[in-house]
Each structure stands twice: as structure tokens, then as C-alpha cells.
């Protein structure tokens, strides 16, 4: 899961970051509201959920979320905000906004809202993802193959994570590079493959397909 943190207070960004990196997060991390709308404009479908600062440097939260909405871009927004303020929320929720979190907050409720969010966004109603074989359960992000549990690298979850939110669609290398590295992580040419391998190892060969020069997919059937 790849999380975007719009945030200008260092102490505050940086413990987020260290947060959901320890969670397995892909985190990446922005400093003010301009800096953000360019990060989602170039990789609008990289990001699952963008974390938003309300009050930000260079362009506000209100106005990152007004022109990303206009150019298009539906990534799920989560405001955060230092003070509660009940026209803050409406202002936002009314421009795009997906969910508010006021500061001071706990880990446990971010990580909550943004499964959430991203639940919602992606049209499920339950934390598992399914297919006749495997399933995946983004709350205590844990594999199981017939009902036995399969230890997996965060990196081997990641990549699986991203195959079976849309079981049966080919994802190309570049688009599971993009799920799951950040921007400091340096890829090497073959470390989808790699991870791949590794992944099969676990899960059994045949539950990934690759369709040599396009791309791979979970398999559906048993
Ligand atoms: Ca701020």
C-alpha cells in the first residue's frame, strides 16, 4: 500500500513516516501544498491514500484538494487537522475530502481509517481479499493458502496485495514497481522477478500467471 503524506511540521512527518513504514506502508513524503500537487499529479494511480496537512505552505489543503479534484484525480483524501473545526470539515468534505483525523491522534486509528478509506474506494465492503485459493487480510495482514498461513516478506505482501485487489487483471512491471516501491528506493532491473519468485515459492506457482511481455495476475480458479 502506497501512502502519500502531505505534511510541513517535521517532528509530525517524520513520526508518520516511521509509523507506517514499520506497518509495511510504501510511504512518501511531501512539505507543502504545491509540492503535493505534483506528486499526485504525476503518480495519481501510484498512491493508494493521500494524508493532507490542513495548514500547509505554498497552497493549503483546501487547495490541493480542490485542483486535484478538478483535474480528475479520485485518490482517497484523509485530512489532517490541529484543531476541530466544524467549517473546516465541512468546507473539506463538500471539496473532496474523504475523512478528517484532528491532531493529537493514535497510529492504530490512521492505520484503521486509511484500510477504511481504501476499502471503500476500491468498492469492498470486507477487509479480505479473495480468490478460490488465497486470501489476503488487510487488517492483520496475513496470507493464507486453504486456510493455512503463509509467512510472507512485507515486500512479497506488498506485491501480492497488488495482484489481488484486482484478481484476474495483468499488471505490468512498471505498475507493481509503482505499488510498491517509494521514490528513495532504488529498484534493480529484475527485482519484480525476484520477488515473484520468492512469492510463488510460498503461495504455490500456479496462483501467478505472467503473460510473457505484459505483465502477471492472481490466478481466479482453483
Ligand atoms: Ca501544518
Known amino acids: 500500500m502506497r501512502v502519500l503524506i ?3 511540521d517535521p517532528m509530525i512527518g517524520a513520526s508518520l513516516v516511521r509509523g507506517l513504514t ?8 511531501v512539505h507543502d501544498g504545491a509540492q503535493a500537487e505534483t506528486a499526485l499529479q504525476n503518480g ?5 491514500v493521500a494524508l ?4 500547509l505552505p505554498r497552497k493549503s489543503g483546501i487547495e490541493v484538494i480542490r485542483h486535484i479534484r478538478r483535474a480528475g484525480n479520485n485518490i482517497p483524501v484523509l485530512v489532517i487537522t490541529a484543531r476541530d473545526s466544524l467549517n473546516d470539515r465541512v468546507l473539506g468534505l463538500d471539496q473532496g475530502a474523504d475523512d478528517f483525523l484532528v491532531k493529537p491522534f493514535e497510529l492504530a486509528e490512521l492505520k484503521a481509517r ?3 478509506l481504501v476499502r471503500r474506494h476500491s468498492g469492498r465492503v470486507k477487509p479480505e481479499l479473495k480468490t478460490a485459493v488465497l486470501s489476503l487480510d488487510t487488517t492483520s495482514r496475513t496470507v493464507t493458502r486453504d486456510g493455512r498461513r503463509i509467512q510472507l516478506t512485507a515486500r512479497e ?3 501480492l496485495h497488488a495482484l489481488m485487489q484486482r484478481p484476474g487483471t495483468l499488471l505490468s512491471r512498471a505498475q507493481l514497481e509503482a505499488r510498491i516501491y517509494g521514490w528513495a528506493d532504488s ?3 529484475n527485482a519484480i522477478e ?3 519468485h520468492g512469492l510463488r515459492q510460498k503461495i504455490g506457482g500456479e496462483q501467478i500467471e505472467n503473460v510473457r511481455g505484459i505483465g502477471w495476475r492472481v490466478a481466479t480458479g482453483p
Open 6 to 8: 502531505v505534511e510541513d
Open 22 to 29: 514499520d506497518e509495511g506502508y510504501v510511504v512518501d513524503w
Open 44 to 48: 495519481a494511480n501510484e498512491f493508494h
Open 52 to 55: 493532507l496537512d490542513w495548514g
Open 114 to 116: 486509511i484500510r477504511a
Open 157 to 159: 505482501y506488498a506485491l
Open 187 to 189: 529498484v534493480e532491473s
Open 194 to 196: 525476484f520477488l515473484l
